[in-house]
């Protein structure tokens, strides 16, 4: 760059710095490009080229980090691979809905604080509102990030030096600067007139297709920004996240944290010794409907666990030193978690109750792994505490999560859902909570996706036995085998997009191609599938 009162006429020594500036840029351009390949024309689908994309963005950055000095940090590379992981996930399995949405929830999170951290190691030690400032500051890099990484591209060195050949070289960045041009302006100019429009495509034999054009422009700058914002994190920003760091030592003594966690521990000792005989009983309680006590209550008894596991923490942090130190500290922490057992044991008693009462749907998986995942929280945060380590609690916790997540993907829950329910169905399930036999809905199991295909495709004659039996989501649970038929091929007989392609869409178009051909359709025979809850 040429200093301040310098003569325009010397020529100035390039900067050292210019290479290494230029590439965060150059990367965020590459990935973003690559990610429009993988992803432009799929009808937004995604699958291998998720699990593609997340891999070349690990390989990519951990190896310009490296070139530049800095070795990758444990936490940020972990949190990468998690992330390509995660990208699996939707290659192998057909997610349902509500998982696969919080799979994308924990590709992208894994995707910006692995990036926050990859040059800053220490985030294992972080607290939670420091690991919290950085997912947030993840989510700020993407607004301005690659505004940066155009700001700190070393534009002046793209001139020839004074000593080189001038001719083909200001050609050359002349060209360079001229196609991003044309693309723009051509595609418009050739939508606003006709004429204009014909005469492009005599010229240059080409077919100019204005709303695609901007289609792929808009989704080229989408990507563009996303890529920017993770890669700006990854390589230039100073620190990891952009709020001051949370306060280490707390003030209160043992009294003023003492009292609310002994009023607390009292609360739930005697909501426990309330549980424990329903508990020893096994059944609904006199008086209780299902949706009050279990449906309702389970989500309830979830909330004050997770609760409770923040109280803990915040009272850990607003504590003294000293005072996390002494035995009467210890205590009062076991005091509130014991009983808790209690309460966590009355939310799984919930789960099958429910269960046994009505099967298997979504919602009560994803239930089930919440309650695990709780449990092995609070069994590590005890941990923590009684090891006066609780500052180290956030990042096993975030990891517990994701692992929780990984393991309820890798189970199919579509295809267990569907399998437990049509069993059901077939023994004619009758218990203490259900004297009638339940049938399987096939409109709700539709709604899982693909992982549920061969399970449905393997029992076409239990769903389309047509014995009057209405259920309670509104949705019949009579339809045709014609009909039934003919939706599957309709949605899965097709072959998806190469880049999309998914090991649970293969085996659902394999199983639904051996289907036999439906008979033409009839105004009365209709699918209808839930679209949520």
């Known amino acids: 760059m040429t200093l301040p009162g310098a003569p325009a006429d010397v020529p100035q020594a390039p900067s050292p710095a210019a290479p290494r500036l230029a590439w965060p840029l150059l990367t965020a351009a590459g990935l973003a490009l690559a990610a429009l390949l993988l992803t432009e024309g799929a009808s937004g689908a995604f699958g291998l080229n998720l699990a593609v994309w997340t891999a070349l963005y690990l390989g990519v950055v951990t190896w310009r980090a490296r070139r530049?000095?800095?070795?990758?940090?444990?936490?940020?590379?972990?949190?990468?691979?998690?992330?390509?992981?995660?990208?699996?996930?939707?290659?192998?399995?057909d997610p349902t809905p509500d998982l696969g949405f919080l799979n994308a929830l924990a590709l992208t999170l894994c995707l910006g604080l692995g990036s926050a951290a990859l040059r800053f190691p220490g985030l294992a030690r972080a607290g939670v509102l420091d690991g919290l400032g950085a997912a947030l500051s993840s989510c700020i890099h993407v607004i301005y990030g690659l505004a940066v990484?155009?700001?700190?591209?070393?534009?002046?060195?793209?001139?020839?030096?004074?000593?080189?050949?001038?001719?083909?070289?200001?050609?050359?960045?002349?060209?360079?600067?001229?196609?991003?041009?044309?693309?723009?302006?051509?595609?418009?100019?050739?939508?606003a007139d006709a004429s204009f429009a014909r005469a492009l495509e005599a010229l240059l034999s080409l077919d100019v297709n204005l709303d695609r054009s901007?289609?792929?422009?808009?989704?080229?700058?989408?990507?563009?920004?996303?890529?920017?914002?993770?890669?700006?994190?990854?390589?230039?920003?100073?620190?990891?996240?952009?709020f001051p760091p949370a306060p280490r030592e707390g003030r209160l003594g043992l009294i003023e944290t003492g009292v609310p966690l002994g009023a607390l521990a009292l609360l739930f000792t005697a909501f426990a010794a309330r549980q424990l005989p329903l508990l020893l009983g096994g059944a609904l309680p006199d008086g209780q409907t299902y949706a009050a006590f279990i449906r309702e209550g389970f989500g309830?008894?979830?909330?004050v666990a997770l609760l409770t596991a923040a109280v803990l923490r915040v009272a850990y942090a607003l504590s003294t030193p000293e005072s996390r130190r002494r035995p009467a500290f210890r205590a009062l922490n076991a005091a509130v978690l014991l009983p808790l057992t209690v309460i966590l044991a009355s939310a799984a008693q919930r789960w099958v109750l429910y269960t046994q009462a009505y099967g298997l749907s979504?919602?009560?998986?994803?239930?089930?792994?919440?309650?695990?995942?709780?449990?092995?929280?609070l069994a590590w945060l005890a941990v923590t505490l009684w090891r006066d380590r609780a500052s180290r609690f956030a990042y096993p916790a975030l990891l517990l999560g994701l692992g929780t997540l990984l393991v309820t993907?890798?189970?199919?829950?579509?295809?267990?859902?569907?399998?437990?329910?049509?069993?059901?169905d077939l023994s004619g399930v009758t218990n203490a909570q259900r004297t009638e036999p339940?049938?399987?809905?096939?409109?709700?199991?539709?709604?899982?996706?693909?992982?549920?295909v061969p399970v449905l495709a393997a029992h076409l004659d239990v769903l389309t036995d047509c014995t009057p039996n209405p259920g309670a989501s509104d949705v019949p649970e009579c339809i045709g085998a014609s009909s039934l038929t003919r939706y599957l091929r309709d949605h899965y007989a097709r072959e998806r997009d190469p880049r999309a392609w998914t090991l649970a869409h293969?085996?659902?178009?394999?199983?639904?191609?051996?289907?036999?051909?439906?008979?033409?359709?009839?105004?009365?025979?209709?699918?209808?599938?839930p679209r949520g809850r």
């Open 68 to 93: 530049e000095g800095t070795p990758p940090s444990r936490e940020g590379v972990t949190l990468l691979a998690l992330a390509a992981l995660f990208g699996v996930t939707f290659t192998l399995w």
């Open 362 to 377: 979504e919602t009560r998986v994803l239930g089930a792994a919440f309650l695990v995942w709780v449990t092995l929280t």
């Open 409 to 424: 993907t890798a189970l199919n829950p579509a295809g267990l859902i569907a399998r437990v329910n049509i069993t059901r």
């Open 300 to 303: 309830q008894l979830m909330t």
């Open 438 to 452: 339940q049938r399987a809905n096939p409109g709700e199991l539709l709604r899982l996706g693909a992982g549920a």
């Open 214 to 242: 901007i289609s792929t422009l808009g989704h080229l700058i989408g990507w563009l920004i996303l890529t920017g914002g993770l890669v700006y994190g990854a390589l230039l920003a100073a620190r990891p996240s952009v």
């Open 506 to 529: 293969t085996r659902a178009r394999q199983v639904t191609l051996r289907l036999p051909a439906p008979p033409v359709p009839t105004p009365q025979e209709d699918v209808a599938v």
């Open 149 to 191: 990484l155009l700001d700190r591209f070393p534009w002046a060195h793209l001139k020839p030096a004074p000593a080189a050949p001038r001719t083909w070289g200001r050609v050359g960045v002349g060209a360079l600067l001229t196609v991003p041009l044309l693309a723009v302006f051509a595609p418009l100019l050739a939508g």
